[in-house]
């Protein structure tokens, strides 16, 4: 049985991309030594952090 988690991760998430997409992405993988779902999880902190200052979330009216 493996061990239990704190912050269990149930959700799969998939996406298409391209190849010069994957190569990028693989060269960001060797240079920091990070996984695509650690990579992707700071992507996300990151976008939302610029989202939210930028006041982009607003609406138009």
Known sequence: MG?????PR???ISMRVSDEERDH???LMKT???SVSDIMR????Y???HYEQS???S???
Not at 3 to 7: G, L, Y
Not at 42 to 45: P, Q, R
């Open 32 to 34: 920091t030594h990070k």
């Open 47 to 49: 976008f939302s952090a």
């Open 42 to 45: 700071e992507a996300m902190e």
């Open 10 to 12: 149930y959700n799969v």
């Open 3 to 7: 061990r239990m988690r704190e912050n």
């Open 25 to 27: 992405l693989e060269n």
């Open 59 to 61: 609406k138009a009216a």
């Open 55 to 57: 006041g982009l979330n």
